[in-house]
């Protein structure tokens, strides 16, 4: 797990040297046990390559990097593991390539070179890296099938630089941040983000998930964005029994946590007290009876909210060392702007705070490898089980009685309701230009008079809902569309931004077994029943999957609360220091602060309801402030 950066320039900087290093150093908490650099001349310019590394596996020098194949063609720079890299190397030895150390780096220069691109497909884990070919002239930035590492660049006519971070690329290549409009829009409008290619810096793009992207070091063309995975819907496998299906999903999860528990180092895992942290941590124990576990749980100290009670039966049945995390709103004040510059960009609720303090205290605990429940949700149709989509699955199958069932079934669950499900399946086969029409109509404006809406829509901005469609024909799999829609267009982004950075923040490997390739191919393509009962009960079969791993008391677990905080309380015991956040006027000329405080003000006195709406422009704004960003 690291921290990387670089780029190739035509005409290269004369103090390259320094911003590669100024840019290293925007890195180092992503690894702090190892920096390597390296300036290489190209047919055009240069390239400038250079790592921070936190070493997990293979803690000799033999995982230094930028690392080079044995005959110097290749030269890598990469950031993430690769879990099944012992069983590559066997693979590649048997093809004749050697191995000097026990890095999976070492793993992943040997499979490029065999494999070219089509060694992507063969990884188990999680990676963005920068691969240069100096036979071929070429340098290629890859990111993994779900984008669970992060990899921002910037390209210009003359250059194109590349980093882990934000920060880190603005150290390197020296100019001045400059805000993305419709980024801004679509956070602070519609609380969407990590969405798009769009950064909140105009100009600097993320790598797509499951996308590899190469430049010619020749001319300083760059290929677009190739997609070497993207998640399938269809169903497959139709004579597959349920209870086949449960096993073979069961087998597929435990031997995924084998892979996971890889590691050099002291190994931990968060735990919520919900399904899916509480699956993982009872497979570690599954897996490796006798593994020092440690879990950590953000408590919430709302009686409503708090799952405390589900933290001591996952604890107990597993026999773990249990850390607890109690947070307050002063803490709060006292962290947000290292939470805020850890995050990098702006972010959707203070529940992310609850998570940065769970890694703070696996650090002081000196674990160095967690284990977190992300995916879950989208590849199980978790949440509220789509049930809008799962209805007109129904219905377009002609299954009329069971759509009926299911329909009335949305009673039973907490924050469901058979209204809300007929809405949501009314959107969904609404047209676009319908669909803005009936979020207008619902009181959601996407010209709030707090926005200077004119100045956007001079700029080019699209003021409506970013909405997210699933691009082929979805009749009939309605639900399993609008989970893949989750994975690699929106949702599961910015959970996965969440983790790296706050777990990255404090030094330490954020993993997520759930999140391959092939357990997502396998659970999409179960039928949609398998997934969602018909009395709406979410993640079916992996309830099934887990009995006699996990507690029944989880397994039968209606509701999910997850790392919710108490967020309307906190804002009233700070709501001076708000005031104070909000009232600068740093929106760059998009927000009106004036009506900013008045509806902040409204909400403290109970003339509006809440809304998360005051944590975006706080974090907007102080964002803003922080890393000098400029309309």
Known sequence: MCGILGGWWASPPDNLTTQLAQGLAQLRHRGPNDQGSEICAAPAGKVALGQTRLSIIDLSTGGHQPMSSHDGALTVVFNGEIYNYRELRTELKSLGHRFSSDSDTEVLLAAWYQWGSAALRRFVGMFAFAMLDHRAHTLTLARDAFGIKPLYYRPTAGSTAFASELRALMALDGQAAQLDSQAAYDYLVHGHYDHTERSFVKGVLSLPPAHFLTLSTRTGQASAPVRWWAPEITERKPGLSYADAAAELRERFLDSIRLHLRSDVTLGAALSGGLDSSAIVCAMRHVEPDLPLRTFSFISQSKTRSEEQW???????????????????????????????????????????????????????????????????????????????????????????????????????????????????????????????????????????????????????????????????????????????????????????????????????????????????????????????????????????????VPPAILNRKDKIGFETPELEWLRELAPQVRQWLAPGQGAGLLDNARILQHFDDVMAGRRPFSWQIWRWINFQRWAQLNGVKG
């Open 311 to 549: 933290v001591d039966i996952v604890n107990a049945e597993s026999r773990a060392i249990e850390h607890k995390v109690r947070v307050t709103a002063a803490e709060l004040a006292g962290d947000i702007d290292d939470l805020i510059r850890a995050q990098g960009e702006p972010f959707g609720s203070t529940s992310i705070y609850a998570q940065y303090r769970v890694f703070k205290a696996a650090r002081a605990a000196d674990v160095t490898v967690m284990l977190e429940g992300q995916g879950a949700d989208e590849l199980l149709a978790g949440y509220n089980g789509y049930p809008g989509q799962r209805l007109v699955s129904l219905l377009e199958r002609g299954r009329l009685p069971t759509a009926v069932m299911h329909l009335l079934g949305q009673r039973n669950w907490p924050g469901r309701s058979i209204k809300s499900t007929l809405q949501e399946a009314v959107g969904i086969a609404a047209n676009d230009r319908l669909y803005q029409r009936l979020r207008a109509m619902s009181g959601r404006d996407p010209r709030p008079a707090w926005l200077n809406a004119d100045m956007l829509e001079g700029a080019g901005v699209r003021l409506e809902y970013p909405r997210a469609v699933w691009p082929g024909n979805a009749r009939g799999r309605r639900a399993v569309a609008e989970m893949a829609v989750s994975l690699s267009q929106r949702g599961l982004g910015w959970l996965l931004r969440h983790g790296d950075r706050n777990s990255m923040r404090f030094s330490i490997e954020s993993r997520v077994p759930f999140l391959t390739p092939d357990i997502a191919d396998f659970l999409m393509g179960l039928p949609e029943h398998y997934l969602v009962s018909v009395q709406g009960e979410t993640k079916r079969i992996f309830r099934t999957a887990m009995q006699g791993i």
